[in-house]
C-alpha cells in the first residue's frame, strides 16, 4: 500500500523521551509512555482532555506533535477493532486494512471538534472504516481470482512491458512464455485472469451510432430477465419460514395453493367453516409477509 502524506505515525513524537516528557509538561499534558497499550475506556477517559489541548497547541511545536501522536497512538485499538470484520484476510492484507484504517483515523482526529458533544468513537469509526472500503475499491480484484494468477498478472505486465521495449512491438504469448520461463498455456491463463482485475459497465455503448439508429449497450446483448428467478429467490426465503408455522396452519396452505381447493372446501375437510378458514388464511398471510418483507 502506497504511503500517505497524513500516515505520520513513526515521527508524531518528539524524538527521545526527554523531549517528549518536556513537551507533555509543557502543553499541560499527562506524560504517557506506552499509549498504545492503554486501555480504550482509559483512552476515552484521557481523550476529551488531550483534544482539549490539541486545538489551543500551535501545528507544528514539539507539544502539539505529542498531543496529536499521543492520540492516534492511543486510539489504535479502535482501529484494530474496526478491522476485525475483514479478519479472513490474510496477515499481509490486514496490516495494509490496519494502515488505512489508521490513515482514516487520523483524518477523524484533525477533524474532530469537542464542542459538538460526540464520543470520538461514534465520530471517528465512519472515517476508519471508510479509508479501509476505500483501500479495497482501489485495490481489489472486480472478480475473485486466486493469489498465484493475481502474482502471474504482475508478472505478465512487467514482463510485457520489457519485452515491448526491447522488441518495438507488443510480445506475443510465445514471447512472453519464453521470457519468464512458463508454458504457454500458464501465461494464457494469466491473461485471461488479467480481465478480472476491472469490470466494465454494461451500460457501455456499443456499435456505430452513425450506422446504427442510437447505438445500443452491452445490456441489450446479455438476455432479458427471467420472471422465474424472483419467484424462486421468494420461495427459497419464504421456506424457513413455513417451517415456523402450526401444523395445521401448513395444511392450510397445502390445501389452498397446492391442491387449489376453495375455503368452503377446506373447511369442510377440516372441520371448520368457511369463515373461520378466511380468518386463519389471512392471518398466516399476513404474519408471512411481514415476516418475509423484514
Not at 446479455?222 to 408455522?245: C, I, S, Y
Not at 401448513?250 to 378466511?278: P, Y
Request: aromatic letters at 6%; proline letters at 6%; glycine letters at 6%.
Amino acid at each position: 500500500m502506497s504511503s500517505d502524506p497524513t500516515f505520520p505515525l513513526p515521527a508524531v513524537r518528539p524524538d527521545s523521551r526527554s523531549d517528549a516528557v518536556q513537551a507533555a509538561a509543557t502543553a499541560e499534558l499527562p506524560w504517557i509512555r506506552v499509549p498504545r497499550t492503554m486501555a480504550p475506556k482509559d483512552a476515552r477517559a484521557l481523550g476529551a482532555l488531550f483534544f482539549d489541548r490539541l486545538r489551543t497547541l500551535e501545528e507544528g511545536t514539539p507539544e502539539h506533535a505529542y498531543a496529536r501522536g499521543t492520540l492516534i497512538e492511543m486510539n489504535m485499538s479502535l482501529v484494530v477493532f474496526c478491522s476485525r470484520r475483514f479478519r479472513s484476510r490474510d496477515a499481509d492484507e490486514m496490516q495494509d486494512i490496519v494502515q488505512a484504517g489508521t490513515i482514516g483515523m487520523i483524518k477523524a482526529i484533525d477533524r474532530f471538534d469537542l464542542s459538538r458533544e460526540v464520543e470520538f468513537t461514534t465520530f471517528a469509526i465512519p472515517y476508519i472504516v471508510g479509508q479501509m472500503r476505500r483501500h479495497f475499491r482501489d485495490t481489489s480484484w472486480a472478480v475473485h481470482v486466486p493469489r498465484r494468477l493475481q502474482e502471474l498478472r504482475v508478472a505478465i505486465a512487467k514482463a510485457r512491458d520489457h519485452l515491448a521495449a526491447v522488441l518495438g512491438a507488443p510480445p506475443g504469448v510465445a514471447e512472453l512464455a519464453a521470457y519468464l520461463e512458463l508454458p504457454e498455456e500458464e501465461v494464457i491463463e494469466g491473461l485471461i485472469a488479467t480481465n478480472g482485475y476491472t469490470a466494465g459497465s454494461l451500460d457501455v455503448p456499443v456499435g456505430d451510432p452513425d450506422i446504427f439508429d442510437g447505438a445500443g449497450t452491452y445490456a441489450d446483448s446479455v438476455g432479458a430477465d427471467d420472471p422465474g428467478m424472483e419467484l424462486f429467490d421468494n420461495l427459497h426465503t419464504l421456506a424457513p419460514l413455513l417451517r415456523t408455522l402450526e401444523p395445521r396452519e401448513r395444511r392450510i396452505l397445502e390445501l389452498r395453493f397446492g391442491q387449489d381447493k376453495t375455503q368452503a372446501q377446506i373447511g369442510e375437510e377440516l372441520g371448520l367453516s368457511q369463515m373461520h378458514i378466511s380468518r386463519l388464511l389471512s392471518g398466516i398471510l399476513r404474519r408471512l409477509k411481514t415476516d418475509l418483507l423484514s
